[in-house]
């Protein structure tokens, strides 16, 4: 029985090495990717999770009695709370160990801040690829943050899509943490319009949203409106309010 469970045991601990999470991430479970506004409804009140980030891995705190309705010693969840338990709180991280992680923290970086994650000297590998940002830290064959002769922190697309003989394929087993930040001007968002396959993005008050997912957005097409547009107004009259877009991912800005 033992023989047989080796295999088994020993994928599963390769899937939790690839993922950079702690252990106590269940296997079957898919960690979340939150960004740190969607962080924020999880704070524990009126029968809401209890969610913490530090160092960019988010803990459930929902059970932690020292967490009773989403605050500890004057620390609310909901937040990223990494200077207060690193430096702030006399237990710091060690009492992390304790509870469950269950995603990351969802990053937004341009080309120029993603160059800072090269994996040298003790920092992250991050790679992107097609605007998703991958975390190679953690992978044995990144180590140093460089594989082949491509280094992390920059975006590889053409390399591994072109160069790489896995391809994308090896991209599934390590965890995506976030998107390159887009700059666009009202023109050029006009091509993300959702039709014919293209993304499906919308710009309100500046941001950028990507809406290709949604399912209120098919084909790029919501309540008469059409992606690949500044919707500001229309949000904001909307009985739904802006915060509807909390559900969605930021992708970038709009820019003159």
Do not use: C
């Not at 979340?32 to 924020?40: A, C, G, K, Y």
């Not at 690193?86 to 009492?95: A, Q």
């Amino acid at each position: 029985m033992l023989r047989k469970l080796k295999p088994i045991l020993a994928a599963l601990m390769a899937v939790m090495t690839l993922l950079a999470l702690p252990a106590v991430l269940a296997a079957d479970e898919a960690p979340l990717l939150l960004s740190l506004e969607q962080l924020r409804q999880y704070d524990g009140k009126e029968g809401r999770p209890a969610y913490v980030a530090v160092d960019g891995i988010i803990y459930d705190m929902t059970d932690s009695i020292p967490w009773k309705n989403g605050e500890h010693n004057g620390f609310k969840a909901g937040n990223d709370l990494t200077r207060e338990i690193k430096e702030i709180s006399p237990h710091g991280v060690g009492k992390l160990q304790n509870v469950k992680a269950v995603g990351r923290v969802r990053v937004l970086l341009t080309l120029e801040e993603l160059k800072a994650y090269d994996g040298r000297d003790g920092r992250p590998a991050y790679v992107a690829v097609d605007g998703i940002i991958y975390d190679m830290t953690a992978s044995r064959a990144w180590r140093g943050g460089a594989h082949n002769g491509f280094q992390a922190g920059a975006d590889l697309t053409k390399e591994i899509k072109e160069r790489s003989p896995h391809g994308v394929g090896k991209l599934a087993n390590v965890v995506e943490i976030g998107r390159l930040k887009v700059e666009l001007t009202l023109e050029e968002l006009k091509a993300y319009d959702g039709r014919d396959g293209r993304p499906a993005y919308v710009a309100v008050s500046g941001i950028i949203y990507d809406v290709t997912e949604s399912a209120a957005w098919e084909n790029g097409a919501h309540a008469g409106l059409q992606a690949g547009a500044d919707v500001t107004a229309e949000a904001e009259a909307s009985p739904h309010g802006i915060a509807v877009l909390d559900k969605v991912v930021q992708v970038g800005v709009l820019i003159d």
